[in-house]
């Protein structure tokens, strides 16, 4: 059944009148007759009994108003959606991020953001890197916050900022008073880390590997939190981000430093909302800030 078909069946079915009904929707009367015979043939039966002067609908057409019906106000909710997802300052962006990114990161560009767009709403999603890039493949993520950077050929990955990292160590643990460690100094130590899916895992099992050391990691864990806890309980030392400072850590800079780049990434593969594509180009533009701190603190 065509769109047009339905539209006349519903405005003849309300006026009864076939010359009213084609001037009504400003057509001929031998096009309308056309159409609703076209559509009588596909249902198979005749949709209307034929007065004198009138047209009445029968119990055929009553059953196919109703589904007519139905099916206009899913169509216009379509409609409606179709035009939201146009509208680059109204809409949902959805977010997936490596959950370190949540405490400094992610509120601060979705605030700017919103002061910007108020009627724009977000739908947030953090875990591992691994995680994060298969919401993004998926779909059920409009953007990205990740790093490293991802080898995949779907997925574009725009640098935003950079933030050092550092060795974690408690308040009272040898390394405490050093200056600076290198990466050798390190090997006689147990590290605690985080699981392999996780990008900050990545990135340090690289940086060591480069300087052909092999951390003596003791225990792995899924959540920075956790990483931290045992850190500060002295059950192993650590490679995180300044932005991980807390109570009860030092940290301690490495000789050769060591740094995450963070990025932007959306799937070249899937379309994008208005509101979803002009939230990447914001945040794309707004990149310039190196990060929540440019040194460790050597204690907080």
Not at 113 to 138: H, S
Not at 182 to 211: K, P
């Amino acid at each position: 059944m065509r769109i047009d078909e339905i539209a006349y069946f519903r405005e003849l079915a309300a006026e009864g009148h076939l010359s009213h009904t084609a001037e009504a929707l400003n057509v001929s009367q031998s096009m309308l007759s056309r159409a609703i015979g076209r559509l009588e043939s596909e249902v198979g039966v005749e949709l209307f009994d034929r007065r004198p002067g009138r047209l009445e609908l029968n119990r055929y057409g009553e059953i196919l108003l109703a589904h007519a019906n139905r099916a206009v106000t899913e169509l216009d909710k379509a409609q409606a959606r179709i035009d939201a997802l146009r509208d680059p300052s109204a809409g949902t962006v959805s977010i997936a991020y490596v959950s370190s990114l949540g405490t400094w990161l992610i509120p601060r560009i979705v605030g700017e953001y919103r002061q910007l767009f108020p009627e724009i709403g977000f739908v947030f999603e953090g875990g591992t890197a691994d995680k994060v890039l298969n919401a993004l493949r998926a779909g059920s993520a409009d953007v990205a916050f990740l790093s490293p950077e991802p080898r995949d050929p779907d997925i574009e990955w725009r640098p935003l900022t950079s933030e050092r990292l550092a060795i974690a160590v408690s308040s009272g643990h040898p390394l405490a008073d050093r200056e600076r460690l290198t990466a050798a100094e390190l090997e006689d130590f147990e590290f605690v880390a985080l699981t392999r899916d996780s990008g900050l895992r990545q990135i340090a099992d690289a940086y060591f590997s480069m300087r052909g050391v092999v951390p003596r990691v003791v225990m792995e864990v899924t959540e920075l939190a956790t990483l931290r806890a045992l850190v500060r309980a002295g059950i192993g030392i650590a490679l995180l981000p300044v932005s991980a400072a807390g109570e009860g850590l030092t940290l301690v800079p490495l000789a050769e430093e060591a740094t995450r780049i963070i990025g932007l990434a959306t799937n070249r593969a899937r379309s994008r909302s208005a509101a979803a594509a002009q939230f990447a180009r914001f945040v794309i533009e707004e990149s310039s800030d190196p990060g929540p701190s440019s040194d460790p603190a050597q204690s907080s």
